[in-house]
């Protein structure tokens, strides 16, 4: 099989000739058709990502869509032809998703949703279940609640808008005022990050109560701001809480805090199935028409791969970037 192997971190990736993996006990093999790219790839790429200990030489990717090709013994809730998406590796030594095949547990995946394409599907496993992790994990979210997404127009957060939509909250959405269009075309109310203070947009939204659940996806200041955006006895969730933050804020509104590390069942294999099972409810959300990916229009083949990592690292990605494996 066609492969992309980095060999150092800052290099250019090498495209070669590899033996193809077979599946497993409890393995599928899948032919990938699609490759989802996120930060993350690429600040692995860049070995700026030590917590997703991915020793090299390693073929990055960490979602993919594609077509089941055969079965490990014990398979039992998928065949070959069967199309599947999934978070599936370029951590933790795991093979990843740049490749023409790759053998991963069945329980890391979900049968693709029917009306999206190989591509749109590939966009969305990472991001979801982020996003699925923090509202409904940990933030319990429910009808008639108030939610804030900071960073409603990235990856993670036009997702987290969908979610808690789809689940009747209410839902505001921090973003720049050139993205105000993106979260409003979603169902959420805008908030221009620039040009209001904390205290003002909590002011002006929630009558100075302040929301039932902050989801941070930004990390550093935006978490001290999500601290300060919550009401009393809410909740706060990040999925970049990394630093040091002042808690006095959210103590003092006696509300809690909980952190999302998604990488975490691919880097020790605890809670695979539960990965499975995010996927499986995202696609009726799909399918029901409650959530899409936004994609970026560019196209990628395997070949161009590191020019969807400059895409996605140069500001320029309008959407989510998506490597085409097939075709």
């Known amino acids: 099989m066609r492969a992309l192997v980095l060999d150092a971190y800052g290099a250019p990736f090498r495209l070669t000739e590899l033996e193809r993996p077979a599946a497993g006990p409890g393995q599928v093999l899948v032919r990938i058709a699609a490759s989802g790219v996120n930060p993350l790839d690429t600040k692995i790429r860049a070995g700026a990502a030590a917590h997703a200990k991915h020793p090299l030489p390693a073929i990055l990717g960490i979602d993919l869509a594609g ?3 055969a079965v490990g013994s014990g398979v039992t809730g998928f065949k070959p032809s069967d199309e599947v998406y999934g978070m ?3 951590v933790g030594g795991r093979q990843g998703s740049l490749a023409d095949y790759v053998a991963v547990e069945a329980d890391l995946l979900a049968h693709k949703p029917a009306n999206l394409t190989m591509r749109e599907a590939a966009a969305l496993p990472l991001v979801t279940i982020t996003a699925w992790e923090g509202l409904i994990d940990r ?9 804030l997404v900071q960073g409603g127009a990235g990856g993670v957060g036009h997702v987290a808008v969908q979610i808690a939509r789809a689940f009747g909250a209410t839902v505001w959405a921090t973003v720049s005022a050139e993205k105000a269009a993106v979260v409003e075309a979603l169902g959420a109310i805008a908030i221009d990050r620039r040009a209001e203070t904390v205290e003002a947009y909590v002011a002006r939204h929630t009558g100075g109560i302040g929301f039932d659940l902050v989801y941070d996806t930004v990390g550093g200041p935006v978490l001290d701001a999500s601290f300060q955006a919550v009401r009393r006895f809410g909740h706060v969730v990040s999925s ?3 630093g040091t933050h002042e808690l006095a804020p959210l103590s003092f509104r006696a509300a809690t805090y909980s952190g999302v590390f998604t990488l975490l069942p691919l880097l020790t294999g605890e809670g695979m199935p539960h990965h499975g099972e995010i996927l499986r409810h995202a696609a009726a959300l799909v399918e029901a028409g409650k ?7 560019r196209r990628f083949p395997l070949e161009r791969a590191g020019d969807a990592h400059a895409a996605m690292t140069d500001g320029s990605a309008d959407g989510r970037i998506v490597v085409d494996i097939i075709g």
């Open 67 to 69: 077509e089941v090709v």
């Open 88 to 90: 599936t590796g370029g």
């Open 291 to 297: 959530l899409r990916p936004r994609l970026d229009p």
């Open 139 to 147: 933030g319990g979210i429910r009808s008639g609640r108030t939610v």
């Open 240 to 242: 970049l809480g990394w």
